[in-house]
């Protein structure tokens, strides 16, 4: 039997996050630059994005550049929002063809002037798919993220605009980037590294981890049915007991 096949569709993660990591150890071991390492990887990405749209995910958030990813060689920066740019263009009509609506995370304030209006473009022009909701995550980083929620709601407060006391997890959650998605069901992070690097604090506080040492260039569709079999073997009981939970 195939992988595909062991993965019982009733129980499918609603939203799966994906640190796409190794890009440029990828490279260095096959005695290339980093840059062939970030276009090896945007193939990658295409094949995770076709496998969740036909296993039935609804949500699926990618962690494509950090608020700490500014501090690498200006080059390396240029080509990867070259990269974007491309992948954009690319995909815009993919993203229609098959109902996935396209959105972003982060301070996009960053990002060059044409890479940003872009992404308005594709964000717009596919805001009424529903078929799978594919979110990047760009100048993202987490505790900005929970800075920036907490900076607005205290402005609120301040303008009696909320209550301190009506200040609830909700009340959080709709002040966060991530305001339209439900909280990650499982976390995926290529390259064997076992950390969150500032993802999703907030979103993944129940969330599953798996780990592979794969690269992310050579992260293929077997590998995504393998962490999802994974994830469906395991039993999350969200603070409560095993007898309570069955």
Request: glycine content about 4%; some cysteine.
């Amino acid at each position: 039997m195939s992988l595909k096949k062991k993965i019982i569709i009733d129980t499918i993660p609603k939203h799966i996050a994906i640190i796409m990591d190794g890009n440029g150890r990828w490279a260095k071991n096959i005695g290339k630059n980093r840059n062939t390492g970030h276009k090896a990887g945007r193939k990658s990405v295409e094949k995770v994005v076709e496998a969740c749209t036909e296993l039935g995910v609804k949500n699926l958030t990618l962690f494509a550049f950090s608020t700490e990813n500014w501090n690498r060689p200006k080059f390396e920066i240029d080509l990867l929002m070259k990269l974007l740019l491309l992948s954009l263009k690319k995909e815009l009509e993919n993203l229609n063809k098959n109902n996935i609506r396209f959105k972003t995370v982060g301070n996009l304030e960053k990002l060059p002037n044409k890479v940003i209006s872009y992404l308005k473009e594709v964000i717009k022009d596919t805001q009424n798919n529903n078929r799978m909701t594919l979110t990047l995550a760009i100048s993202y980083g987490a505790r900005e993220e929970i800075i920036n929620a907490v900076k607005i709601i205290g402005d609120k407060v301040k303008n009696n605009l909320i209550s301190l006391k009506n200040i609830d997890e909700s009340v959080i959650n709709q002040h966060l980037y991530t305001h339209y998605l439900p909280d990650v069901d499982l976390l995926i992070r290529t390259s064997g590294e076992k950390r969150v690097s500032n993802f999703l604090l907030w979103q993944i506080a129940y969330t599953e981890l798996y780990f592979t040492k794969k690269l992310w260039p050579d992260f293929s569709k077997e590998d995504l049915y393998k962490a999802i079999i994974n994830y469906q073997k395991r039993e999350r009981r969200f603070g409560k007991t095993s007898e309570q939970v069955n």
